[in-house]
């Protein structure tokens, strides 16, 4: 156990340095670079300044040391100012990392709290009505842009009915927690919706292959009801592959939460980075990058453990161990 | 018309699938109307581009049947125009994707060992990262920084050929599994091994015994591809990072609808039921053939 989790720590380190190299590397090849924008901000630098200044800066070296440079400054702890917020990158990341974090909590939640009832029972209920429309259901989810959603729901909830705002936080408003509740209904709606195509797909299949299993045969042939038999046996061996998808998909979940964000110009990671970079915020983009694939493999990782733990057949030696 | 080769075949079980048909006939229907759509507008008496103020958010009329944009645009025309450019990056991000898929899946496949495990890996890890945010960053790199032109980087063709690159840069990945899978099957078939003890080069073991026995699989992975290749160009372009406005697209029609979504709702309606329908037809006609042309795999 604590061996396999060690080896794919390993990889992840491996992963997030080959990431932060490829990352650095093209973020210098993005139109502008530092000293251009310092340039157009203050007309009286002349080009001998641009050149002094690429010097002090280390812009005239090449890009490995530069990137060395940086990875031993990062690993101090030490990623630079944001150019768009100025401050320390770290006081603009942390923020934005707790709104990203609750609104991918609560919506894998909710995308989980109806693909979980709704998989199982199409999957009980195969070849009938139910088992067509969840699978139809499923087919569409997964067929439909994600930022057209989250349109429609702006549509439907703020143009038509007019019950809930159509985006920001509420951040600066009056009113207390539950005020800011209501800018997170949409979003959350939105992101739980664009996973929740596939998140049914894979419970159902995964259900009507643990029916299939012989010892689903033994406990009917004992004579357990069906409902102990799909909720007390079946349940169980449906979530060990449903746990492995939600690690492997954590990616997508949080390209799905910058799509929901920019939408809804709610002020997590995903709007972040997708500022920093349109913003050439190198220093800032940079480290939300790094943040967003660090977080993911830590999903993928602690999906990984959750899969040991859960699902005795993986690797019993290292479980005993 | 009757026949008996295997392509014939599979389109006689392809036929069985109403959904399939369906879907297909939507694809060359909406295909048609986005290659002709410049002839469709002059029949109907639009440019895609004439702007006519006086008549800006016009309701639908026999002369707009779907109303004016903010521009006093038709919105029909806009709207085949637009798929125009989505379906060309989606045909040619889904044929590139297919490509490199097939080299991938074909090395991992027929040569296994290290070279399997290394590109497999890779395969992993392009599925385990958080793509969208890094392909903001390819979208936003400066092509004159990589060496090209700065007319010829600023042409709407380079525009729409850097999303095709981009694009298809991540969609090779499902091809890549489905071929290696299919080539770890055919490299142990006895017509491939009895080629192999006749003294065939590798190459032409590949070119001659097994690229042609993948030809279903890719088809189908193909058409399953292009489901999702479209999907993203459309998400890059709503974020304004894949083809750009005066170039319309299913995805950038709806950033200028978001922005006008108090004053026009239906501007943001269409272009997504646009892409809706294209996805939806790619994944049935992918699931149809996938029945058609792997009888055995099929299941019901």
């Known amino acids: 156990m604590i061996r396999l989790a060690a080896s794919r720590l390993l990889q992840s380190v491996l992963v997030l340095l080959a990431v932060s190299f490829a990352t650095y590397g093209l973020i210098g090849l993005m139109p502008g670079d530092p000293i251009d ?18 010097e002090i800066h280390g812009l005239d070296r090449p890009m490995v040391d530069r990137y060395l440079a940086w990875l031993g400054a990062a690993l101090d702890g030490d990623f630079g100012y944001s150019r768009l917020q100025g401050r320390p990158v770290w006081d603009a990341l942390l923020p934005a990392l707790h709104n990203t974090l609750i609104l991918m909590g609560l919506a894998l939640l909710l995308a989980l709290a109806i693909a979980l009832p709704a998989g199982i029972l199409a999957a009980v209920r195969r070849h009938t009505w139910i088992d067509q429309a969840v ?105 060990i592959p449903v746990t492995a998808i939600i690690g492997v998909e954590f990616g997508t979940l949080f390209s799905g939460a910058l799509v929901t964000e920019t939408v809804f110009a709610y002020p997590g990671m995903g709007r972040l980075i997708y500022d920093a970079v349109l913003g050439n915020d190198f220093n800032l983009a940079l480290a939300a990058l790094l943040l967003a694939t660090g977080f993911t493999l830590v999903g993928n990782l602690a999906a990984d453990v959750a899969l040991a733990l859960l699902d005795p057949r993986i690797s019993p030696a290292s479980r005993a161990g | 018309m009757t026949g008996s080769g295997p392509w014939w075949l599979a389109w006689r079980r392809f036929r069985r699938h109403p959904s399939a048909v369906a879907g297909l006939g939507l694809l060359l229907l909406l295909s048609a109307a986005a290659a002709t759509a410049p002839l469709l507008a002059t029949l109907l008496g639009v440019e895609a581009d004439a702007v006519d103020l006086f008549n800006r958010f016009a309701p639908p009329s026999t002369a707009h049947p779907l109303g004016t944009d903010e521009l006093g645009r038709d919105v029909l025309v806009r709207l085949l125009a637009g798929g125009r450019a989505s379906l060309t990056v989606g045909l040619a991000a889904a044929l590139a994707s297919a490509a490199i898929g097939t080299l991938v899946g074909l090395a991992a496949g027929y040569f296994g060992g290290r070279l399997d495990a290394l590109l497999m890996r890779l395969t992993d890890a392009l599925l385990a990262l958080p793509l969208l945010p890094l392909l903001i960053v390819l979208a936003a790199l400066d092509p004159g920084k990589l060496g090209l032109a ?31 899978a299919q080539t770890l099957h055919l490299r142990q078939e006895t017509f491939v091994l009895a080629a192999r003890a006749q003294g065939a080069g590798t190459l032409r073991i ?67 039921l646009m892409i809706l329908f294209t996805v939806v037809a790619c994944n049935v006609v992918g699931d149809g053939l996938r029945e058609a042309l792997d009888p055995r795999g099929a299941t019901g």
């Open chain 1, 37 to 54: 924008l310092m340039i157009s901000s203050d007309p009286r630098l002349t080009s001998e300044d641009a050149a002094r200044l690429r």
């Open chain 1, 135 to 239: 699978s139809l259901a499923a087919f569409v989810g997964i067929s439909t842009p994600p930022f057209w959603t989250a349109l429609l729901l702006i549509i439907l909830f703020a143009v038509l009915f007019g019950w809930l705002p159509a985006g920001g936080s509420g951040a600066g408003e009056a009113g207390g927690p539950l005020a800011r509740v209501q800018f997170l209904v949409l979003p959350v709606l939105s992101l739980a919706l664009a996973g929740l195509g596939g998140y049914l797909r894979y419970v159902r299949s995964a259900m009507i292959e643990t029916l299939g299993q012989e010892w689903i045969r033994t406990a009917r042939a004992k004579g357990l009801s069906e409902r102990r038999v799909v909720l007390g046996h079946a349940l169980r061996g449906t979530l």
């Open chain 2, 150 to 180: 700065a007319d010829l980087a600023g042409s709407p063709l380079a525009a729409i050929g850097r999303i095709v690159v981009i694009v298809s840069l991540f969609g090779w990945t499902t091809v890549a599994r489905l071929v290696r």
């Open chain 2, 206 to 272: 590949l070119a001659v015994h097994i690229l042609p026995n993948l030809a279903s699989a890719v088809v189908v992975a193909t058409t399953l591809a292009a489901g999702n290749v479209i999907l993203l160009e459309s998400v890059l372009s709503f974020l304004g990072l894949g083809i750009s406005p005066p170039t319309p697209s299913w995805g950038n029609l709806l950033t200028n609808a978001q922005e006008l979504i108090w004053i026009s709702p239906m501007l943001a309606i269409w272009p997504g």
